[in-house]
Antibody, heavy 121, light 109 residues
Framework: QMQLVESGGGVVQPGRSLRLSCEAS????????ILWVRQAPGKGLEWLAV????????YYADSVKGRFAVSRDNSKNTVTLQLSSLRADDSALYYC???????????????WGLGTLVTVS | QSVLTQPPSVSAAPGQSVTISCSGR????????VSWYQHLPGAAPKLLIF???KRPSGIPDRFSGSKSGTSATLGITGLQTGDEADYYC???????????FGGGTKLTV
C-alpha cells in the first residue's frame, strides 16, 4: 500500500529553522517527483516546492524561494524540506505528495500524506 | 491573490448538477493541463481529474473536467451531501516555473 508519512512539524520561534521529513513506501520512489503543499489555517492549498525523481531539479514558489530547500535520498525513500527564516505566515499543515511525473513540472498529485503541522510563534 | 481564479463558493440541491470554473492565463492553463482536487474536512485532498478530462480509477463518472483556452471547468452531477468539500484546480505555470492552485471553491449541497 502506497504511503507518504510526514514528520518534523512542531512549534518554532520566528526566524528559526525546522526540518520536515517525508518517508515513502509502497511504490518505486525513484520514479516520481515529490512535492510539498501547505495549507494555512482558514486558507487554501499552496504549492511550495517540487524535486524531480533523480533529485537534480528543484522548483520553488516565490513565497519560499531562498528560505526553503527540498532534497531527497532515493536510497532511503525520503524527502526533506528544510525551512529557514520562518515567519508567522509559514504556520500551516504541510503535506508531502507524489507527482505523477518524473520531472515535477506536470503537477498532477495522485497521492498525499496526512500532513505535519508547523506553528511559528 | 491566487494565479488561478475560482469562485469562492457554489451551492446546489442534492441530485442537481454544478460546475466550478478555474480561470488562468497563457503561461499556465493556456499551455498546460489542469487537475482538480477534492478536499473533504479532516482528510487529505484527493485527485479527481487530471489531464483536463481524465478520472483516476475509483472516481465516479459524476465528476468530469473540461478545458477551453485559458479556462477549465469541473462538473459534478447527481450531487450528494458527501460531495460537500473544497475543490481546487491546479496546473504548472511556465512563467513562474512553479505549480499553482486556484483559491478553492466551497461546495454546499
Amino acid at each position: 500500500q502506497m504511503q507518504l508519512v510526514e514528520s518534523g512539524g512542531g512549534v518554532v520561534q520566528p526566524g528559526r529553522s525546522l526540518r520536515l521529513s517525508c518517508e515513502a513506501s509502497g511504490f518505486n520512489f525513484s520514479h516520481y517527483a515529490i512535492l510539498w503543499v501547505r495549507q494555512a489555517p482558514g486558507k487554501g492549498l499552496e504549492w511550495l516546492a517540487v524535486i524531480s525523481s533523480d533529485g537534480f531539479n528543484q522548483y520553488y514558489a516565490d513565497s519560499v524561494k531562498g528560505r526553503f530547500a527540498v532534497s531527497r535520498d532515493n536510497s532511503k525513500n525520503t524527502v526533506t524540506l528544510q525551512l529557514s527564516s520562518l515567519r508567522a505566515d509559514d504556520s500551516a499543515l504541510y503535506y508531502c505528495t507524489r507527482d505523477m511525473s518524473k520531472t515535477g513540472t506536470v503537477f498532477i498529485v495522485d497521492h498525499w500524506g496526512l500532513g505535519t503541522l508547523v506553528t511559528v510563534s | 491573490q491566487s494565479v488561478l481564479t475560482q469562485p469562492p463558493s457554489v451551492s446546489a440541491a442534492p441530485g442537481q448538477s454544478v460546475t466550478i470554473s478555474c480561470s488562468g492565463r497563457s503561461p499556465n492553463i493556456g499551455i498546460n493541463s489542469v487537475s482538480w482536487y477534492q478536499h473533504l474536512p479532516g482528510a487529505a485532498p484527493k485527485l479527481l481529474i487530471f489531464d483536463n478530462t481524465k478520472r483516476p480509477s475509483g472516481i465516479p463518472d459524476r465528476f468530469s473536467g473540461s478545458k477551453s483556452g485559458t479556462s477549465a471547468t469541473l462538473g459534478i452531477t447527481g450531487l450528494q451531501t458527501g460531495d460537500e468539500a473544497d475543490y481546487y484546480c491546479g496546473t504548472w505555470d511556465a512563467a513562474l516555473s512553479a505549480g499553482v492552485f486556484g483559491g478553492g471553491t466551497k461546495l454546499t449541497v
